[in-house]
């Protein structure tokens, strides 16, 4: 799913710059279809520059390996029209990408956490046990097939000490 980012004019025109002279080095396709992206942008501001709503940044949608591609290409002293941008330009670019890892570490945690849940033992719908998540505490069966009993412990620890009630 793709992201968007918001571009000022000489931010997009920076991409323009760093994207052009290599996107057929790689002989992917990321360099053309970021490019094309980019050009509709410099377009629509070219348009609208005379009217009373000439946009000051306009959102253009990225991939991952788009924005890859820009953290390869773009320099963080690049400068356009007199202005850094390229500082700019990255830091919303390792924005980005670090909302596309989160969002699939996020995705692979919640597919961990149900297959740990659907693993516990006689717990085929995935429902917790007990209405605590666990086994409850007379023991069960670890994930591995072996059996937890109170007092056994493989990490050296003491048995855990009685209690009286």
């Known amino acids: 799913?793709?992201?968007?980012?918001e571009l000022t004019e000489d931010e997009t025109w920076a991409i323009d710059l760093m994207v052009r002279h290599t996107y057929?080095?790689?002989?992917s396709v990321i360099g053309q279809g970021l490019l094309?992206?980019?050009?509709?942008?410099i377009l629509e501001f070219e348009d609208r520059r005379s009217t009373?709503?000439?946009p000051v940044v306009l959102p253009m949608a990225v991939t991952e390996e788009e924005c890859w591609a820009l953290d390869h290409q773009v320099r963080c002293d690049l400068t356009i029209n007199n202005k850094n941008v390229g500082r700019g330009l990255l830091v919303k670019v390792f924005r980005t990408l670090t909302a596309f890892a989160n969002e699939?570490?996020?995705?692979?945690?919640?597919?961990?956490?149900d297959d740990l849940t659907a693993r516990l033992?006689?717990?085929e719908g995935g429902e917790p046990q007990n209405g605590n998540g666990g086994p409850g505490p007379s023991g069960g069966t670890r994930l591995d097939g072996s059996h937890d009993h109170p007092g056994d412990s493989d990490d050296?620890?003491?048995p855990p000490l009685p209690r009286s009630t």
Do not use: F, H, Q
């Open 121 to 123: 033992p006689g717990n």
């Open 52 to 54: 009373p709503t000439s």
């Open 24 to 27: 057929a080095e790689s002989g």
């Open 1 to 5: 799913m793709p992201k968007y980012i």
């Open 156 to 158: 050296g620890a003491s």
């Open 104 to 113: 699939r570490d996020a995705t692979s945690g919640v597919a961990w956490l």
């Open 36 to 41: 094309l992206k980019v050009m509709n942008l």
